[in-house]
């Protein structure tokens, strides 16, 4: 079956730096365009980051130039690279497959991030 399972939140200080995986299966990996979303406490959840299978990259206005994202379509995995980090980046972190042709769309369960001195 689909299974996305996110790894490496925890708690970092301001300015600090952390780095999230992605591991998927079950589905044909290179062919689905693959996001990080988040949502805070209180607030919906908003994409942060995404990549699509042709490798085309967009970010929120909110985290461009401190977060990258990344693919490794040999191992299945996405990751987000968080520099900088501040305090209202705290959030669960999603990953997120989206298939731009059909519209199939999967979850994983999320990754807990806080950012607090």
């Known amino acids: 079956q689909v299974q996305l399972v996110e790894s490496g939140g925890g708690l970092v200080q301001p300015g600090g730096s952390l780095r999230l995986s992605c591991a998927a299966s079950?589905?044909?990996?290179?062919?689905?365009?693959m996001n990080w979303y988040r949502q805070a406490p209180g607030k919906e959840r908003e994409k942060v980051a995404g990549?699509?299978?042709?490798?085309?990259?967009n970010y929120a206005d909110s985290v461009k130039g401190r977060f990258t994202i990344s693919r490794d379509n040999a191992k299945d995995t996405v990751s987000l690279q968080m520099n900088s980090l501040k305090p209202e980046d705290t959030a669960v972190y999603y990953c997120?497959?989206?298939?731009?042709?059909?519209?199939?769309?999967?979850w994983g369960q999320g990754t807990q991030v806080t950012v607090s001195a």
């Open positions: 079950g589905f044909t990996f290179d062919t689905y365009a």
């Open positions: 997120n497959a989206r298939h731009a042709l059909f519209g199939n769309s999967y």
């Open positions: 990549l699509s299978s042709t490798l085309r990259t």
